[in-house]
């Protein structure tokens, strides 16, 4: 189970940086070759709910808002509940086979997961709380720090770049989060064998 999660957490990064590195390349070309108007039409192409596509645009606001887009907006937001949810699937199939059956929150389920460590306050046990504690924070708290997340990034066993969390601060997705928390995951898989 622990290699098909690493396989899913190494393929999940790949092909965010694989879209990362595609971008710039692709506007680049795209503003080298100036339509007419000196914009670009995407309506249509993709649901009118995604704003960044939408509508008529200068090449220079395109690139901008993709540019956005990838390096601390959507894209990385995204990247990072795919993590989440490759993770969730490794704890759901793992307490299936132990024939726990643990269905709930993904706190209920971490927390059963903890049943099944020689040590449940170990220091990837620590850190994935951490994890938890920002992802509820971008998806129930409009990404903004509360109490609960402040604490959790209070651990020593964090890096020193994720410890100093203040109530209210905005949680923005980054590369070298995404790389953290990926890393992390792995790395608390390992100690859960069948």
């Given at each position: 189970m622990h290699s098909v999660l690493k396989s899913d957490v190494s393929n999940t990064l790949q092909q965010y940086f694989e879209i990362k590195a595609v971008l710039p390349l692709g506007l680049t070309a795209l503003m080298q070759s100036r339509l007419q108007t000196n914009t670009v039409s995407f309506s249509?192409?993709?649901?009118?709910?995604?704003?960044?596509f939408s509508g008529k645009r200068t090449s220079r606001e395109?690139?901008?808002k993709i540019i956005r887009f990838s390096d601390n907006g959507s894209l990385a937001y995204n990247i990072f509940l795919t993590q989440i949810s490759n993770?969730?699937?490794?704890?759901?199939?793992?307490?299936?086979?132990?024939?726990?059956?643990?269905?709930?929150?993904?706190?209920?389920?971490?927390?059963?997961?903890?049943?099944?460590?020689?040590?449940?306050e170990n220091s990837e046990i620590v850190i994935m709380n951490e994890i938890l504690e920002r992802r509820n924070c971008l998806i129930h708290n409009h990404g903004l720090a509360n109490q609960k997340y402040v604490t959790a990034s209070q651990s020593p066993h964090l890096p020193s770049q994720w410890r100093s969390a203040t109530?209210?601060?905005?949680?923005?997705?980054?590369?070298?989060?995404?790389?953290y928390a990926s890393e992390s995951i792995v790395r608390y898989s390992q100690q859960f064998t069948i």
């Open positions: 249509g192409l993709v649901s009118e709910d995604l704003e960044l395109l690139f901008e993770l969730e699937r490794f704890c759901g199939d793992y307490l299936s086979h132990k024939q726990v059956g643990q269905t709930g929150t993904l706190g209920q389920i971490l927390n059963a997961m903890k049943a099944h460590t020689s040590d449940p109530l209210g601060q905005s949680l923005t997705m980054i590369s070298d989060y995404i790389l």
